[in-house]
């Protein structure tokens, strides 16, 4: 059981480049979140999915595109990258524990994204 | 301001002792609410669900004060392994939106 298992794991881009952040979890859980985390901001969501074929944006979507064709993978695309977009990119999945919304996230390993 | 505040630290503790954490969040309608670990360089792990009673697991205590919008972590007896980074992580929206405290960093020294 991997969990959820996020590549690259370190990605250095050109400004204007673009690529795919990869993300997958063999959970079986239905939703899956995009987060960027910098110093002193905290974690802050940038788009996520409450199942396959269903995608709404967080609280910092510009820039990124997400689709979620399975209930595996929700890879995460970079149009054209900015040096705003530097920062480490997590992936999670999680599943509700309880009642309303008690749910626990699953967080990948974590991409460190570096835009020049 | 942010939804979800929480002091940065950095907390630097003796081995032994309690220390405690607190976060205020900005919405009231918010549903659900945690803490989550985070190591140096690694991704956040859940720590623990808070309760509306509060909760405690082995040496760790939450509370939540609804009226006061605040949550807080108890820890007792610190280990060094206790040194990590703390989120508080609130559920803002009821829809698995999650928001995030900036993280409050303890070194638990010998």
């Known amino acids: 059981n991997a969990g959820v298992t996020q590549t690259p794991k370190f990605q250095v881009l050109k400004t204007g480049q673009s690529m795919t952040l990869q993300c997958a979890q063999d959970?079986?859980?239905?939703?899956m979140s995009w987060y960027r985390q910098d110093p002193g901001m905290g974690l802050r969501l940038i788009h996520y999915?409450?199942?396959?074929?269903?995608?709404d944006q967080g609280e910092v979507p510009n820039g990124y595109n997400v689709s979620r064709s399975t209930t595996e993978d929700f890879p995460l695309r970079l149009l054209s990258a900015a040096p705003s977009q530097t920062s480490v990119y997590f992936c999670?999945?999680?599943?509700?524990?309880?009642?309303?919304?008690?749910?626990?996230?699953?967080f990948g390993p974590g991409t460190r994204l570096t835009v020049t | 301001r942010k939804e979800v505040e929480q002091d940065p630290g950095p907390f630097n503790v003796p081995e032994g002792a309690t220390v405690a954490f607190n976060c205020t969040y900005s919405?009231?309608?918010?549903?659900?609410f945690f803490w989550y670990r985070q190591d140096c360089r690694k991704e956040p792990k859940l720590l623990m669900s808070?309760?509306?009673s509060g909760n405690e697991d082995g040496r760790f205590t939450a509370q939540l004060n609804r009226a006061s919008q605040y949550i807080s972590l108890l820890i007792r007896d610190s280990k060094l392994s206790d040194s990590a980074t703390y989120l508080c992580?609130?559920?803002?929206?009821?829809?698995?939106?999650?928001?995030f405290g900036a993280g409050t960093r303890l070194t638990v020294k010998p």
């Open positions: 999670a999945s999680s599943y509700s524990i309880g009642s309303g919304a008690n749910y626990e996230q699953y």
């Open positions: 959970m079986n859980h239905e939703y």
């Open positions: 999915s409450v199942g396959a074929g269903i995608t």
């Open positions: 919405n009231s309608a918010s549903q659900s």
């Open positions: 808070v309760y509306s």
């Open positions: 992580v609130v559920n803002a929206y009821n829809n698995n939106d999650m928001r």
